[in-house]
């Protein structure tokens, strides 16, 4: 029998509780990170997604970048990032991105895109060449690549990941029920797959759920467990947060406890590592997954 969520009234749902402040970003490490993405015409996540964390990450001189443009061929209800017609993409963003992070002196990399699914390719020899470009010029950086679905393009998904990054990760976002709602031009069981063939090939896998949408404990269990029998290393979760009013609303404010829990059942159902909390993000402390 599967569990209904209770739905909070419309008040309750507006009124984000007191785990969720963050701090504004400030500071002088933040301010360097910040000229530095305005100087090499980059885009990050951390904006585009209006991240919580990106206070805390920029001001340890870490960032996610974003290629391949700032607007994605999607419409996910729950996602900031502007969809339409993206512009041709810059061959020479790979570069860019590279000088950037190392001027930086970035340890850890995370490296993520927007849907480009009017591409053949899918925007594969861009993530290619810019995972070149940054392990040709800072060797000792390590790197997680966020990449997106390739709607069944295995050949695409293979030149993505093969450059060399030490973990490959690809957002599932909810539980199945929710796909059509969610993420109305991507399908649970293809993503699967798609984590599925990224482990088959060798690398570290990694994926990430939104909680609030709707979901229920059940299934949030059974999206573990099919996450598991699909070969998942690494499993966040954090609570989503609606980025405007065009948006997705907020059926359910997660507790810390709750979240602590998830990640007590997710080791309990194999996966290697759970980072689970209420301001958790994919990327974040994205240093620490390269060692699982």
């Not at 009234?9 to 400030?26: A, F, I």
């Not at 109305?184 to 984590?195: D, F, K, N, T, V």
């Not at 467990?225 to 690494?234: M, P, R, S, T, V």
Request: hydrophobic share 35%.
């Amino acid at each position: 029998m599967i569990e209904l969520p209770v739905i909070p009234s419309t008040e309750q749902r507006k009124k984000r509780p007191d785990w969720l402040r963050v701090k504004l970003p400030v500071g002088p490490e933040y301010a360097k990170v910040r000229k530095l993405v305005d100087t090499y015409k980059l885009h990050t996540i951390c904006e585009s997604g209006n991240c919580p964390n990106m206070g805390e990450c920029w001001g340890a001189g870490t960032a996610t970048f974003m290629i391949l443009g700032n607007v994605c061929t999607r419409s996910c209800t729950f996602c900031a990032v502007a969809t339409g017609r993206p512009n041709e993409y810059d061959t020479d963003e790979p570069r860019r991105v590279a000088e950037a992070i190392v001027l930086m002196k970035v340890k850890h990399a995370v490296i993520t895109s927007v849907n480009r699914d009017e591409l053949k390719d899918r925007g594969a020899e861009i993530w290619y060449q810019t995972v070149r470009a940054v392990k040709e010029a800072s060797p000792t950086t390590t790197i997680e690549t966020l990449i997106p679905d390739v709607k069944s393009n295995w050949d695409a998904l293979i030149r993505m990941i093969e450059a060399g990054q030490e973990v490959v990760s690809h957002n599932m976002e909810t539980v199945e029920r929710l796909y059509r709602r969610v993420r109305p031009q991507a399908r649970y069981e293809r993503s699967l797959e798609q984590i599925r063939r990224t482990k088959e090939y060798g690398q570290r896998t990694k994926t990430g759920i939104m909680l609030g949408l709707g979901e229920t404990t059940d299934e949030v269990h059974k999206a573990m467990d099919d996450l598991a029998e699909n070969g998942l290393d690494i499993l966040t979760l954090g609570q989503y947060l609606q980025p405007t009013k065009m948006h997705h609303e907020v059926i359910e404010w997660i507790t810390p406890e709750q979240f602590d829990r998830y990640r007590e059942e997710g080791l309990r159902r194999g996966l290697k590592y759970v980072e689970a909390g209420p301001l958790v993000r994919s990327s974040y402390h994205a240093e620490r997954h390269v060692l699982v």
